[in-house]
């Protein structure tokens, strides 16, 4: 059986035509699945960029931590140490309070006995009339011994020496003489002038002749500060010399050393103030004290010693 030319034409149109069908309805398939993952691809990506976002906003959150984290380490760091320092006021304050309440419990035995002991003296001044007179009359004599006292220093010490240098005052029980320092050291220093030989040999005479008498030497500064090689400050300055004036009554003008005492007093208990030069000036002075010897009161002030009617 022979096929014609026809025939085969007619089959090759109808099998390209029906290829052709098939190959379109796949390409449609294809860019249909093509948009679709396009479109999948865009939410991704959109995904994508929330996600990003996310991620910076929670590194952004993350440091902001991390900053609050390392405030809150400093803070509670600072709040430890706060604490470690209020534990250690803490202790100082019941230590203080101990120390108080001792003292306290101190203060109650003294006072008891002080008050037992003032009993004891009013009674024996209430029996004892002539302990009372002796009182009065020893410290009418004292009132005339340190005024005889005061008007023969003044009366010694104004010959060559000018007033503003030299002070004399009676006080109650004692005598003072307050002494320039222009007048008894050199500048900043506890070396005595000749001038303070002169005026100190005429205070021995005085005192000399008066054995039931007592010396203080006291030394006062300004408030300046110093410091040398030989001076720490103001307290070592007028320690030294009030020394110096004692070393001098006891070696060159033979007073008896178990009459003398040395004090300094530093750029304290002033006269006049600081911040002028004049005021300064005051401050700086040598305070000679004499004074009745301590044991002589004890005695007088001692019930034992009352004598009988």
């Known amino acids: ?74 803070t509670l760091r600072l709040r430890e140490e706060q604490m470690q320092d209020l ?40 029996k004892k009339d002539k302990y009372i007179h002796l009182l009065q009359a020893a410290k009418t004599k004292a009132d005339s011994i340190n005024l005889a006292l005061a008007v023969n220093l003044k009366g010694a010490l104004k010959d060559g020496i000018e007033d503003k240098d030299v002070d004399v005052k009676v006080d109650k029980t004692v005598v003072f003489i307050n002494l320039s320092d222009k007048m008894l050291y050199q500048s900043g220093s506890a070396s005595l002038t000749p001038k303070a030989n002169e005026v100190l040999g005429k205070i021995a005479k005085i005192i000399e002749g008066r054995p039931d008498l007592e010396v203080m030497v006291e030394g006062y500064t300004d408030n300046k500060p110093i410091k040398t090689s030989c001076i720490d400050d103001n307290w070592d300055l007028s320690v030294k010399r009030a020394t110096s004036v004692v070393r001098v009554l006891q070696t060159k003008f033979n007073v008896n050393p178990n009459r003398l005492i040395a004090s300094g007093r530093g750029e304290y208990n002033t006269l006049a103030t600081n911040d002028t030069e004049a005021g300064r000036a005051t401050n700086r002075r040598t305070r000679i004290i004499i004074l009745p010897k301590l044991d002589q009161f004890y005695d007088l002030l001692n019930p034992n010693n009352v004598p009988n009617k």
């Open 87 to 126: 534990r250690v006021q803490i202790d100082d304050f019941k230590s203080q309070r101990d120390k108080q309440l001792t003292q306290v419990g101190d203060l109650t035995v003294l006072s008891k006995s002080a008050n037992d002991n003032i009993k004891e003296t009013l009674s024996q001044l209430e």
């Open 1 to 74: 059986m022979r096929i014609t030319a026809t025939k085969i034409a007619i089959y090759l149109c109808v099998g390209l035509t029906m290829t052709s069908c098939v190959a379109k309805k796949k390409y449609v398939s294809l860019r249909t699945e093509l948009e679709t993952a396009n479109k999948d691809l865009g939410k991704c990506g959109e995904n994508l960029n929330a996600a990003m976002a996310k991620l910076s906003t929670c590194e952004t959150d993350r440091e902001k931590l991390r900053t609050d984290l390392s405030n809150n380490q400093n």
